[in-house]
């Protein structure tokens, strides 16, 4: 709590007052010598109980309505809950911002975002009341913690302004807690904006443990909860998530075919119409909706037979969040879909190199090469899309192991299989384990990942025929990376380890057919490799689809295209649009998680704050109330009650009949 | 016997008030057994003017009391009685307590009872009868025997006159002596503020009513006792010792008159049951007044059972 006029606070001892003068009163007391003293006593007796504690509450309803005068005089500020204000002054406070896309959903009538409001009155707090030595910002794009001057710098800063990416809550968490950890605060209030999507919170994550114990282990911080659980109900979101140039045939030109998808909240209409802007050509069309989430694929929009590169941007009309009413892509001739396999002996490449040969996509070329393990030196990295390595994993200070390294950095995908023999080197924090024969073959896949990640269920929603598989023997996996499929005993058959953008995926079932039938089955087999595949594709390719993010852009001298703006320094890639580097094109778009409306309720926001001292207040887009406010006026209203309850105490009981029968005999 | 008067040391005596009371005897409601001739019924048959009965002769009676005209008429003996005519013995029992001392107004309530006791001890004296004074604190501070004259009355009123009131109170136990030593028949005057529980005073008259005493109390109240209308906290200091309540009147007051209420309750009827000729006094009521009150009472009473 905080005081406009701190000094009024001196006269609070006056609050004792009453007792004092009650304490004198007391020894004032005409005095009268009395015969009937016992029936006094007796009345006394009686009475004793109620009399003194009706005694004591005049006192402290005396007492209370002039510290409730003092406090009011004192124009006291709390928080928007009175309960946050009772922490006292922190001596820093760190503002943790939600910039993600979800955050730039608009009140129509102010026209301000969650964002904006979150810091709008989190400046206003900071500026009339919950004053601190240090104010720190960090946001969750960027995680760096930006020290502030004054609260009224947050709305023009960069760091709180839009951006399209996804918010990573645990990361957001953890780097203000490394914070306080390394400044060594001893006092601080922590206010965490956000709009507790699901999507950005991750409440799967393994983070949140630590994040826990962490917490406990920072009793000084106080945790407030800035956020904006109301949804947009007549929002609509749209992402692109595959272009394709197609030659037609003869001399009409060209057409781009677009997979999209769209999204909306509640219900709409039942046709959408959408702006196509590609190469600054602008067209319209529409599309018919059904339900909240909509796949359309093969969107075809012509172009000239020269057009063989450019970008475009798919629009939405006009809603609450414009964040997500534009797509961007752009497109470029592909080249070969290029890619190695490294194995110990071409019989057990063979098979992956027929799978990866295959045309998935028509007027796509696809090559595949098999080297062997003593010609490694020979294959051309920078040509590759896709590396598959059936061998002993390269020592981790070896030549090979570092070329693996800068491929898997550059986004691209290696895919490993389990050495025939034995192998203890460990590469991307994972290494193999001995073979193991499995006890049945049947059903040995227990387990796998069926909503996202390589192993995830087909378009139309049907799983892999992993469980199919006949395994004789397998190398369980073990490592850090996410495990993405287990076997009937448990072990991980399939890890990925994350190394930046790219993916290293270890599988851990050998397409040799003495050990399993993956090869043979093929189903499962072919959709690995050519998932990996396009992965590393889109990872090598000249047209590239990414995610927003600070990493984005960070390879090149990128241009913006079809805009003049540019956000400079570490805000760019944050934004959606379309950029090129000299021959290569980039579309940034918001991450397709940020579209899913699915918020935390304040039960899981319980599970997961296990241990923070936190506490929640909910705002609402465009809500200007501010989180500190004056609370004289209820301070008077109070006073007003406590004279009126001193009153009602005071006041004589009702006529005495007895009293009365005395007089009247009198 | 010389006519008793008032001295200048008996100022509680006033003489216009004796003069006026005087014309109203005081009688006993019930035969009072003296030691001479006076103006109060008795129980045994005596030689008054007023006849009460004939009996039989048996031998040994007084012949000059023979009525021998009924002789004549009945030719049977008949003793023709009269009844007997005695004098009063007046005990006045006067509570000294420290309670006693409870100014009410511009006069102490003993200053009060001393002069009822005067007055009535005057006027019993005029009339020929027995004066006695008990002074009841912690048991008979005074104790002066009934006895006829004028020279005990000035007794009896110097004692009066040098009444102190102190201590608790000993009134039930003073009333339980009195009953034992007061021998015959007497009028036990009680004036007190009566502050003791009412069990033990039923006992008390219970008592002096055994012995046959006929009892009579002013009960001594002041108008404030009784409504107790303070209008803010006080600070109450017992007159019997000196212990001392901080009472806030708006919040004890209504126990303290239901309290009050219950115990005058209480002693009525006591007083009715021990045929006790009970007079509640208002202190701030002019003494002359309450003993005509008494005085007329107990002569117009006695004429009706006559």
Known sequence: ?666 | MAEPSPSSSHDFLDPEILGRLSTIPLDARRGMIGSVSGRHRSPVKGSSLEFAQYRKYVPGDDLRRMDWRAWGRSDRYYIKEFEADTNLRLCLVVDTSGSMNYQAGAIVKLDYARRLAGTLAFLAARQGDAVGLYCAAEGFQKEIPPKRGGAHLKVVLDEMAGMKASGTTGLVAALHEAAEKIKSRALVVIISDLFVEPETLNEAFQHLRFRKHDVAVFHLLEEREIKFDFDRPTRFVDLEGNAALVVDPSLAGRRYRDAMRRYLDEVAVIVRDAAVDYHQVVVEEKYDEVLARFLLGRHTGLKTRR
């Not at chain 1, 707090?125 to 020290?147: C, F, H, N």
């Not at chain 1, 994040?211 to 007549?234: C, I, M, V």
């Not at chain 1, 998530?241 to 209409?269: F, H, K, M, T, W």
Request: charged share 25%; hydrophobic share 45%.
């Open chain 1, 1 to 666: 709590m905080n005081f406009l006029q701190l000094g009024m606070l001196l006269a609070l001892p006056l609050a004792a007052v009453p007792v004092i003068i009650h304490l004198i009163h007391q020894q004032r007391h005409r005095t009268v010598k009395w015969a009937a003293m016992m029936f006094l006593m007796d009345a006394k007796r009686m009475n004793h109980g109620i009399d003194q504690l009706r005694q004591i509450l005049i006192l402290a309803m005396r007492v209370l309505a002039l510290l409730f005068l003092i406090f009011a005089v004192s124009r006291p500020l709390v928080s928007g809950w009175l309960g946050l204000a009772m922490g006292g002054a922190a001596d820093t406070t760190l503002i943790l911002l939600d910039r993600s896309a979800s955050m730039e959903e608009t009140d129509v009538a102010s026209g301000l975002s969650k964002r904006e409001t979150a810091v709008r009155r989190v400046a206003d707090a900071l500026e009339k009341g919950v004053r601190s030595e240090r104010i720190v910002l960090i946001d969750s794009a960027l995680l760096q913690p930006v020290e502030i001057q004054q609260p009224s710098d947050l709305a023009n800063l960069p760091q709180t302004g839009p951006t399209a990416t996804r918010a990573n809550i645990p990361g957001l968490l953890q780097a203000a807690m490394d914070y306080a950890v390394a400044q060594k605060l001893g006092n601080a209030e922590i206010w965490l904006c956000s709009d507790l999507r699901t999507g950005d919170w991750q409440p799967d994550s393994g983070a949140w443990e630590s994040l826990r114990a962490s917490a406990r282990e920072l009793p000084n911080l106080r945790w407030r909860l800035l956020t904006f659980p109301d949804g947009s109900p007549d929002n609509l979101g749209v992402q692109v998530e595959a272009v394709r140039r197609r030659e037609l045939p003869g001399n009409s030109g060209a057409e781009l075919l677009l997979d999209l998808e769209v999204r909306r909240q509640g219900q709409g209409p039942a046709t959408l119409p959408f702006g196509l802007v590609v190469n600054g050509v602008r067209t319209v069309s529409e599309i018919p909706l059904e339900g909240d989430r909509q796949k359309i694929r093969g969107v075809s929009v012509a172009v000239g037979r020269e057009s063989s590169e450019g970008w475009g941007m798919v629009e939405l009309p006009s809603d609450r969040n414009a964040m997500d009413d534009r797509a961007f892509f752009v497109f470029a001739p592909e080249a070969a879909r290029r890619s190695v396999v490294v194995a110990e002996s071409e019989k057990i490449a063979a098979p992956l190199l027929a799978a990866l040969r295959a045309r998935v996509e028509p007027g796509a070329a696809y090559e595949s090469d098999f080297v062997a393990l003593s010609k490694v030196a020979q294959v051309d990295w920078d040509a590759a899309m896709l590396v598959v390595w059936q061998a002993a994993l390269p020592a981790a200070d070896s030549l090979e192991a570092k070329h693996l390294n800068q491929f898997v950095q550059s986004g691209r995908t290696v895919l490993f299989f389990p050495p025939d023999g034995p192998d203890a080197n460990r590469l991307f924090g994972i290494s193999w384990e001995d073979w193991k024969t499995a006890a049945r073959e049947e059903q040995q896949v227990a387990w796998w990942r069926t909503d996202a990640e390589i192993l995830a269920n087909t378009g139309d929603g049907k799983a892999l025929p992993l469980g199919e598989l006949k395994v004789k023997r397998f190398r369980a996996v073990s490592g850090d990376g996410l495990i993405l499929a287990r076997s009937a005993d448990g072990a991980a058959l399939v890890m990925r380890g994350d190394v930046a953008r790219g993916s290293a995926l270890f599988c851990g079932l050998s397409p040799d057919p003495g050990a399993t039938s993956l090869a043979a089955d093929g189903v499962a087999f072919f959709v690995l490799l050519h998932r990996a595949l396009a992965k590393g594709v889109s990872a090598g390719a000249r047209a590239q689809q990414w995610e927003a993010g600070p990493d984005a852009l960070g390879d090149g001298t990128w241009e913006r295209l079809g805009s003049a703006g540019e956000a400079l320094g570490a805000e760019r890639g944050l934004q959606a649009g379309a950029y090129r580097s000299g021959e290569r094109f980039r579309a940034l778009n918001r991450p397709a998680g940020e579209g899913d409306p699915e918020r935390l309720d304040s039960a899981e926001l319980a599970t997961l704050l296990a241990g923070f001292d936190y506490r929640v207040i909910e705002g609402r887009a465009g809500e200007g109330g501010a989180l500190a406010n004056e609370i004289w006026r209820s301070l008077v209203i109070l006073m007003g009650l406590a004279l009126l309850a001193e009153a009602i105490l005071c006041l004589p009981p009702a006529p005495d009949p007895a009293k009365r029968r005395f007089e009247s005999a009198a």
